[in-house]
Each structure stands twice: as C-alpha cells, then as structure tokens.
DNA sequence: ATAAACTTTCAATAATTATTGAAAGTTTAA
DNA sequence: TTAAACTTTCAATAATTATTGAAAGTTTAT
C-alpha cells in the first residue's frame, strides 16, 4: 500500500467512525487530515484535500475548535490562517471524554435522576420504573466517573496498571 | 411529575440517546419501553405505545434481537409474540460494549494496523502517517480490551474496585 | 479610505436515514 | 384444507442531516 492510497484509507475510516466518537463525518475527517499532516493546512488545503466546499470546511474547523480539538496557528509573512490538531493521542482521548461526558452523558444522568425520584404511588410499574432507571442512573453515574478518571490522567501510568490489573 | 409524564420523558431521552451507544432512535425506544414494563409486551403493545407502525417496530425488535438485547417469551394461550429486554443493567452494558467492540471498534483497528504497516519510504509524511496511526492503533486497541475486560466481569466487584482505586 | 484577501453565514439543495403501509409470507385452530 | 391471526418484507415517502456556493462580513496592506 502506497502513502496516498494508507492516507486516504485512514481519513475515510476515521471519518465513518466518527459517530462512535459523536461527531459527523467532515468534521472526523478534517481532524484524521491534521492529524496525519506534518504540519498546519489552511482552509484551502483541506478544501482541496478533502474535496469539500469552503463553507463546509469553514463551519467544520469552528465545531473542532468549539471542542478543543484544533487551534489556529499564526504563520508569520501568511496572511491566511492555518489549522492543527492536537498530535498527542491521549490527550485527544482525554479532550473528547471530557466533552462527550458534559454534552451527552451528564445531561442524560440528570434525566435519569429526576425520572427515579419520582413519587412511589405503590402501584407496580411505578416501582419499576424507579427501580430499572436508577439502576441505569447508578451505572451511567459509575461509567461516567471511570471514563474520566481513566482518560484524565496525563500520564500512561494508570491505564497500563489497570490493564496489568486486569490480565 | 407523574408516572406517565416520567415514563415518557425516560423513553425520549433513552431514544435520543441511541446514537451515543450506537443504535437508532426507534430501536432504542423500544428497549427503553421493555426496559421498564413490568411484562412481556407484544408487538401491538409496543406499536400502540411508542405510536409508530408495524413495519418499524418489526424491523426494530429484530434487530434488538440480533444484539441479543430483547428476547421473545412465549405466553401459553396467546398466540401472538411476546418480547423482553434483558433487565440487569450490567448484563446490557455488557452485551453492547461486546457487539460495539465487534462490529465497530474491532474493524477500526484492523485498518489502523495496515495503514501503520506501509512500508516507510524514508519520508517525512510517511514517518508521520505511520506514527500517528500507530498511536491511534495502540489507543484504540487499549481501550477496547479494557472496556471489555470491565464490563465483562458479570459481578460487580471489578467496576468497584477500580472506582475505588481511582478515588 | 479603499480594495484585495480572506472567512463566515445561511438559504437552497442534495444525500442519507428512518418510517410507513400494504402485499406477501407464515403459523395455527378448527 | 382453509381461513383467520399474526409477522415480515420492501418499495415508496417522509424526515433528518450534511453540503454547497454565493453574498455578506472582516481583516490587513497600502
């Protein structure tokens, strides 16, 4: 397999993966394109990369940003401006935890915590209702922790000890 | 707020949440229905409820079914179909990390591990293609054998001690 | 101040994905 | 064996989501 043919492979992987990370396809891979880019593209670089229109790729660059993901660069005697990832592979991990877990997870833990509080009328499917969403609730709760906990340490330390601890 | 009202917004909320654990909205709602119902539900059952048509909640419960999320009971004396979900909320996080893993997580790695396996022709892109994808590859392969190891501890005690590790 | 270089916005359109409903298929009771 | 009860399939349609491109907006150099 040739550079071309591995790169484009990997971009459009990546980019039909992104809804398992939450985000659409132009946005996954406009960051896989940084990401394997030895250095920052402007918009016109990534426009003809990836075949895509100017106003896509503008609006695409702004969600990354929005997640912390891709920050501009100055490039002095450009006037254009130019584009990077975040290169470091756990920090990305770390990043995208984090904003998954405060858009999606904790918003729906809130559901779930007001939906189980509800008053117990002693009828059956009240009682279950309660009893199956905080169940829910208390796993989300739990999962939402450790995936945070997990990504958040800089370091590798933790998840080669969990994984040894594991084996 | 009411059991009705609480039921309702429990079943949207879980519906919308589909995309973060991969599935669609109808099916999502449909385990959600038979998550909290205190029994088998048929399929006219589940149409009425969640109002949405034959075809659709055919289609779905199928599909619930290849995950091995929902089962059919068999009711003596009825001749129509019945359906279950599984109800232990960490026998389901296990059955979805499981499929997940399968038919989305480990696809990804494999492409991830022939893109960093082209041969380095000395160049500054390809190093960088090669390293990069490389990271991602180990990332990727890390998490979905510890997501997997987690979750498929049928106790409890795992989740538990490894909160409390990280406390 | 102005015009060129560049970016953003957003209504229109395209592409994708979900849903319907009715016909075809299957099973069961009599 | 047949007809009623039930389920599945799938082409048509609807709903949603992504993308375009051109006009409006902004910045910078002179």
Same mark, same amino acid.
């Given at each position: ?64 940003? $929005?997640?912390?993901?891709? *920050? #501009?660069? @100055? /490039? ?8 990077? !990832? ?34 117990? $009328?002693?009828?059956?499917? *009240? #009682?279950? @209702? /309660? ?8 796993? !989300? ?27």
């Amino acid at each position: 397999m040739e550079y071309q043919e591995a790169k484009d492979k990997f971009i459009s992987t990546w980019g039909s993966l992104g809804t398992l990370w939450g985000i659409n396809k132009a946005m996954a891979q406009i960051q896989a394109l940084l990401f394997v880019s030895t250095k920052p593209l402007s918009m016109e670089d990534v426009m003809e990369d990836l075949k895509i229109s100017r106003g896509n790729t503008s609006m695409n660059l702004r969600q990354l940003m $929005d997640w912390g993901i891709v *920050t #501009k660069v @100055l /490039i002095s005697g450009e006037r254009k401006e130019f584009f990077t !990832t975040e290169k470091d592979v756990q920090e990305l991990a770390r990043i995208i935890a984090k904003e998954r877990s405060r858009r999606e997870i904790k918003p729906v833990i809130k559901v779930l915590d007001e939906v189980s509080s509800i008053k117990d $009328d002693g009828t059956e499917k *009240t #009682k279950e @209702l /309660i009893k199956q969403t905080k169940a829910l609730k208390d796993l !989300t709760d739990d999962l939402d922790t450790l995936m945070n906990k997990l990504v958040n340490q800089k370091q590798n330390w933790l998840t080669k000890s969990v994984l040894k601890l594991m084996k």
